[in-house]
């Protein structure tokens, strides 16, 4: 069984860098094709990439926030970070992580965690 | 520039079909997208796989009611049948090698 879950703060001051962890488990990095990724969802919005790595630490960013954005694996823990500097309140949202398969998309989703900024 | 374009929203009859389309941009017909279900106040959830050809494979657990369909650029989720928890948000997706992939703006779907 395939399961992933977002840790991390709820609540987040501006200027602050905000670091959210996807623990997941029933796979692993080992397979090729295989990615973790981090997606947004503000509030009665639409879903956003905003980065991505693979099984061979090819990492993608999203164009418009790469110079806020790390995203990171440790294979040893079955976990991906994502680090994310300067959160102003338009970044609040629901933070999901996701399994990614080439080919395939999007197939096993975390619960999605609420992180709000303000001061 | 690969764009994926789904209309705002959709609607139709408790128990009737509906078809909703994602429409991939110019130079991009030949591309697979997935599509993802997102019911109120829950995660997005992997629907299927649909190919160029309108061949689809679908998630886990996935009921028969959903299938899909492919026309040009356009590619298609159909649902049949419709039964009050298909009242949801339907998002697509597609990736390319060397990008971080993309989403549909998302179509909400009322049931009647």
């Known amino acids: 069984q395939i399961t992933l879950k977002e840790s991390g703060p709820t609540l987040v001051k501006p200027t602050q860098t905000l670091t959210l962890t996807c623990t997941f488990s029933?796979?692993?990095?080992?397979?090729?094709?295989?990615?973790v990724g981090w997606i947004r969802q503000p509030p009665g919005k639409a879903l956003e990439w905003l980065a991505l790595?693979?099984?061979?630490?090819?990492?993608?960013?999203s164009p418009s926030l790469k110079s806020r954005l790390t995203i990171t694996k440790d294979t040893s823990k079955n976990q991906v970070v994502l680090t994310m500097t300067n959160m102003d309140p338009v970044d609040t949202a629901t933070y999901y992580c996701?399994?990614?398969?080439f080919g395939v998309g999007n197939d096993y989703w975390g619960q999605g965690t609420l992180v709000t900024v303000s001061s | 520039q690969l764009v994926l374009t789904q209309s705002p929203s959709a609607s139709a009859s408790l128990g009737a079909s509906v078809k909703l389309t994602c429409s991939l941009s110019?130079?991009?017909?030949?591309?697979?997208i997935a599509w993802h279900q997102q019911q109120p106040e829950k995660g997005p959830r992997y629907l299927m796989k649909?190919?160029?050809?309108?061949?689809?494979r679908k998630g886990d657990g996935i009921p028969d009611r959903f299938s899909g369909s492919s026309s040009g650029a356009e590619r298609y989720l159909i649902i049949s049948s419709l039964q009050s928890e298909d009242e949801a948000d339907y998002y697509c997706?597609?990736?390319?090698?060397?990008?971080?992939?993309?989403f549909g703006g998302g179509t909400k779907l009322t049931v009647l």
């Open positions: 790595i693979y099984w061979d630490d090819d990492k993608r960013y």
């Open positions: 997706q597609t990736w390319d090698t060397g990008i971080l992939g993309v």
């Open positions: 996701a399994r990614m398969v």
């Open positions: 649909l190919n160029s050809d309108g061949s689809h």
């Open positions: 029933g796979f692993s990095f080992s397979t090729s094709e295989v990615g």
């Open positions: 110019s130079g991009h017909s030949s591309y697979a």
